[in-house]
């Protein structure tokens, strides 16, 4: 397993100079991005140390509710500027933060990461960075059994559990080692928590409109069956008819690569102008790699990236792209 502890305990000695700190996670939350933002903001409390906790969007459903008591607040700069540093979770690149990254341009004051995403940009003053770990939360996890493992609280243990859980695919991915399971039995006997009811508000929690639209877009999956890869495409006209919005494609990426035959599955949802790319990998192709030739970015499993074009256009120009990768190394 990776080494966490110098780190961590730096990343503490930063944190503890401050008497206001701004906790801010990424653009389109998950489970991780929420899970790590909650368990950082309550530490920073346990500490004495006042947080905020600010977001640039608001908080899909099946994950809002573990904010729990921590208000997590959209962007504003004049609440930004009241804070002595800030702490950034979950993203490891000022583009990932959305009206965050203007004002960081502009920042001088210390600013901190905890994350767990591969290249990790420069420009900050201290960050824990650790590609190997499977989730944020769980280095937020460290840096409460490093400090201070009795002030788990339930609170903290269903905001980690849930961040843990979420980003390893309800612990299948490959990262998962028996260190996760074992930070799972921790968090479950010191949060004293009812493991059932997390999983069905992450994932029971569908809307009829939703499949609707699961129903109209499994209709359009692309098999490449040469590449062992598959596409699936949203439009504007998807959602429209099904009255769903953006927030209603979390997930469908899931229905493609749950084919056998398919190692990776890339989804084009058509937002105003722009078309979201969301890659899957089940195997070592690196989608990362694919992201970043389309200024995007993420995991080796698990990146996105935004396209400039038409869905038609977006479709061709990234599924031909991902098909030379499969053909030679990418460079
Ligand atoms: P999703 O496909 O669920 O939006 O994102 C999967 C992963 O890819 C996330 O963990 C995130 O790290 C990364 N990701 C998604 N969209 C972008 C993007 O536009 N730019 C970058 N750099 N990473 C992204
Ligand atoms: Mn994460």
């Not at 989730?135 to 905001?159: C, F, G, H, N, Q």
Request: include cysteine; charge should be negative.
């Amino acid at each position: 397993m990776y080494d966490y502890q110098e780190d961590i305990h730096e990343l503490v000695r930063q944190l503890r100079k401050h008497r206001k700190i701004g906790v801010i996670s990424h653009v389109r939350p998950d489970g991780d991005a929420i899970g790590s933002q909650v368990g950082m903001c309550l530490w920073l409390e346990s500490e004495g140390i006042e947080y905020l906790a600010h977001n640039d969007d608001p908080l899909p459903d099946d994950i809002g509710w573990i904010a729990n008591g921590v208000e997590i607040r959209p962007y504003s700069q004049d609440e930004l500027e009241t804070c002595e540093a800030l702490l950034f979770v979950d993203g490891n690149s000022p583009k990932r933060f959305g009206n965050h990254s203007r004002f960081f341009e502009e920042y001088s004051g210390p600013a901190y990461v905890i994350d767990h995403h591969p290249d990790p940009a420069s420009g900050y003053s201290f960050m824990v960075s650790e590609p190997e770990a499977a989730s944020t939360a769980e280095l937020v996890y460290w840096l409460y059994d490093e400090t201070a493992p009795d002030r788990i609280t339930k609170e903290v243990a269903t905001a980690l559990y849930t961040g843990i859980m979420t980003d390893t695919g309800s612990f299948r991915f490959s990262s998962v080692g028996s260190h996760i399971h074992r930070i799972i039995a921790d968090l479950i006997d010191r949060g004293r928590l009812k493991i059932a009811p997390i999983h069905q508000k992450v994932f029971d929690n569908r809307e009829l409109r939703q499949l609707k639209l699961i129903s109209r877009v499994l209709d359009q999956i692309e098999v490449y069956d040469k590449h062992n890869m598959a596409s699936m495409v949203v439009t504007l006209d998807d959602l429209e008819s099904t009255g769903c919005d953006y927030n209603d494609t979390e997930g469908l990426i899931s229905f493609p690569l749950s084919l056998s035959s398919v190692d990776v599955a890339i989804i084009f949802i058509e937002r105003e102008g722009k078309i979201k790319l969301s890659l899957r990998s089940k195997t070592d192709f690196d989608v990362n790699l694919l992201a970043r030739k389309f200024q995007g970015g993420g995991h080796q499993k698990a990146a996105g990236a935004w396209y400039d074009g038409t869905i038609g256009e977006a479709v061709s120009d990234v599924m031909k792209t991902a098909f030379e990768m499969a053909v030679k190394p990418a460079s």
